[in-house]
């Protein structure tokens, strides 16, 4: 059973917390389940793969509930039809619109474990009919939502291509990379990518996921969704770091995505400690790993609560309340509002702008002058009405 | 249901009647639109083994739809962590008619502006 609403309360939320009258960018909300429409903006002969077999069996199946036994509602967002091919995308700015976002970053729920696939000529085929069709019928026609290519980094060329080629459309403010295929990210093949990205002045995305069968030590959905995400993101951190991409590429913008905000200190306090005992095994470093650490971008979705409230304080000096940004996930089933950062008592007015959206403005390199309030927030509120706008 | 212009959701539990306020001390989602159903609890033999995960209907749960934070429907007690509670007030049923009488007290910290 549905509730009459599944985002009843959120305008009322965004509303008495007075995030109607301030811009919010939203760096990670998600299509679901497109891939079944991606087919037809793949080239032959990928295409005709799509159209005859059941996609189930083209895509690495991850068997985890991540609704809970029907517990938690996601709002439906409807897939892509041939008919109309912006539906999904119009109800996700609608959506987000209602929780209170202005601009969202926007990547697609397959290609986080396209990399899992054994075939890497698929993976580059699929990561290009992606790209082709979020640059064709989705960015131009929703100047509200940005967009990430996704990389086929078990493929550089193909990686390089496909930033040449969707790069520069309008819309693309950087590219994803998926954690979970870390093992076929090499650093000194991908070099080329790299310095076309920094070139290109686009951000690099690591997005991090959960696929339980990558994990399969554990016996529950908790555990391995607990520990994934923080896992994925530190080990990729720790080879970026240690591969001297930070100094090599010093303009290149690096965005981690979706790992909650816990696991950063931890990660520059384990990093810089080996670091002192061995520091000829890190000739390429130029100072600390925490140093570095605190020049990548976070989204810190979703929000860990820590028993004490001094913690999460002492989380964002760790890493610097202006590298955090604000993402909602939406409409994945651990989203978060954006009062789950606004509400922070330790952050000042400014700090607060900033995890909003003038960080993801720097992240992205978005331009300020074309951003503007949503539509609704512009809107004067319905006195005595329940749920907002 | 609305009073004094919140939204409160009625649940009956047990023949008794209870009222929350419809919002999570999590991130404010619709709780009383939640489903309403027994919890989930793993039985040990007297070997300390577990013999059974069974839907304890006696002691039914408000689960929020948005993200699955899970409430005691008599109390409105967080399961999880009894510092949490729904925000609840007094219902009074009467000839057939169900009275709200006083709104409840504030959630507890999960959530609240003071979080960090």
């Given at each position: 059973m549905m509730p009459a609403d599944p985002l009843h309360n959120a305008e009322r939320i965004v509303r008495e917390r007075g995030l109607d009258r301030t811009l919010i960018i939203d760096a990670d909300v998600h299509h679901i389940a497109i891939i079944k429409f991606l087919g037809r903006f793949m080239d032959p002969p990928w295409r005709r793969m799509f159209e005859v077999l059941p996609v189930e069996s083209l895509t690495p199946a991850d068997p985890a509930d991540r609704r809970s036994a029907g517990r938690i509602k996601r709002t439906p967002i409807p897939a892509p039809d041939g008919d109309d091919p912006q539906r999904a995308a119009r109800v996700l700015v609608r959506d987000l619109a209602r929780i209170g976002v202005d601009y969202s970053v926007l990547f697609a729920d397959d290609m986080l474990t396209l990399s899992l696939h054994p075939d890497r000529r698929f993976q580059a085929a699929l990561s290009r009919g992606y790209a082709r069709w979020l640059t064709e019928c989705i960015l131009p026609h929703e100047p509200r939502i940005k967009g990430m290519l996704h990389l086929p980094m078990a493929d550089p060329d193909a990686a390089l291509a496909l930033v040449e080629e969707f790069g520069g459309r309008t819309g693309v403010v950087g590219v994803q990379i998926s954690l979970?295929?870390?093992?076929?990210?090499?650093?000194e093949p991908c070099a080329k990518v790299f310095a076309e990205l920094e070139e290109r002045g686009l951000a690099l995305g690591f997005h991090s996921t959960e696929h339980w069968p990558r994990f399969?030590?554990?016996?529950?959905f908790l555990g391995a969704h607990a520990l994934s995400f923080p896992a994925f993101n530190a080990m990729c951190m720790i080879n970026w770091i240690y591969s001297g991409l930070c100094d090599r590429f010093p303009r290149l913008r690096c965005v981690f995505f979706?790992?909650?905000?816990?696991w950063i200190p931890m990660l520059m306090a384990r990093l810089d400690r080996v670091y002192r005992m061995r520091p000829p095994d890190g000739p390429r470093l130029r100072k600390r790993p925490s140093e570095y650490m605190r020049e990548f971008f976070y989204t810190v979705q979703p929000l860990e609560q820590p028993e004490r409230a001094a913690e999460l304080r002492m989380m964002f000096a760790r890493i610097g309340a202006a590298q955090v940004l604000y993402a909602s996930d939406y409409p994945h089933w651990d989203f978060d509002m954006p009062h789950s950062l606004s509400r922070l008592s330790f952050l000042s007015a400014s700090e607060r702008a900033g995890v909003l959206a003038q960080n993801a403005i720097r992240a992205f390199a978005l331009q300020p002058d074309s951003l503007s309030l949503g539509e609704w927030k512009r809107r004067p509120a319905v006195p005595g009405a329940a749920d907002g706008a | 249901v609305s009073a004094e212009g919140v939204e409160v959701g009625l649940l009956r539990v047990g023949g008794t009647i209870v009222a929350f306020e419809?919002?999570?001390?999590?991130?404010?989602?619709?709780?009383?639109?939640g489903e309403v159903l027994g919890r989930v609890e793993a039985v040990l033999d007297d070997q300390k083994r577990v013999v059974q995960e069974r839907v304890a209907d006696a002691r039914p749960v408000v689960v929020c739809?948005?993200?699955?934070?899970?409430?005691?429907?008599?109390?409105?007690?967080c399961i999880t962590d009894p510092r949490i509670h729904l925000r609840r007030w007094r219902a009074v049923e009467r000839d057939g008619r169900i009275c709200l009488a006083g709104r409840g007290q504030r959630p507890a910290a999960e959530g609240s502006d003071d979080a960090g």
């Open positions: 979970t295929g870390l093992d076929q990210f090499q650093a399969p030590i554990f016996e529950t979706e790992a909650g905000a816990v | 419809n919002v999570c001390p999590h991130q404010g989602g619709p709780v009383c639109q739809p948005w993200h699955g934070h899970t409430f005691d429907a008599a109390t409105g007690e």
